[in-house]
């Protein structure tokens, strides 16, 4: 009878361990510098550069594993639940005890939000703007006038 069981071919049994980390040395890194270069994360983790992009590629593609990463252990600390409670504020303490590590763990990806690229390269706001609406040249009257249409507060 044949085994369901598959060992992972030569050489890979190593991948999971080093992408781990190599997450974790990024992780350090940037939470202490949020500038760290690849050749930073690589040192840190005790590899080459050529191995981080191996497993990832680029900057921003390891910042979106750690964002994974951080996306898993939310789940993971969420799925533990005790008994409901009926009292609101003992389930809103128990979500905030479950969810506050995770949040400490991965802080620094709040301070990376800002340098985050858009799928089209140029840099991300955070948190978004609302879009900026043009200025008519027509009150809301419907009545053209020398005045603007709405005056600031002084």
Sequence with gaps: MASAYMPE???RSRTRPTRARILEAARQELGRDPDS??????????????TVYGHFNGRAALVEGLVEDAAQALRQALAVRGAPESDVV?????????VWPVGDRYRMLLRLAPR??????????WPPRARR???SS????????????????R
């Excluded at 270069?37 to 050529?50: K, T």
């Excluded at 985050?116 to 706001?125: D, V």
Aim: proline fraction near 13%.
């Design 133 to 135: 609406r043009r200025r």
């Design 37 to 50: 270069s690849l050749g930073d994360i690589a040192e840190a983790a005790g590899v080459v550069r050529r």
């Design 138 to 153: 027509t009150p809301v009257s419907g009545r053209e006038s020398s005045r603007p249409a709405f005056r600031p507060a």
């Design 9 to 11: 071919p030569p050489g």
């Design 90 to 98: 003992t389930e809103l303490v128990r979500f905030v005890l479950a």
């Design 116 to 125: 985050i690229s858009g799928p089209s390269g140029s840099p991300r706001s």
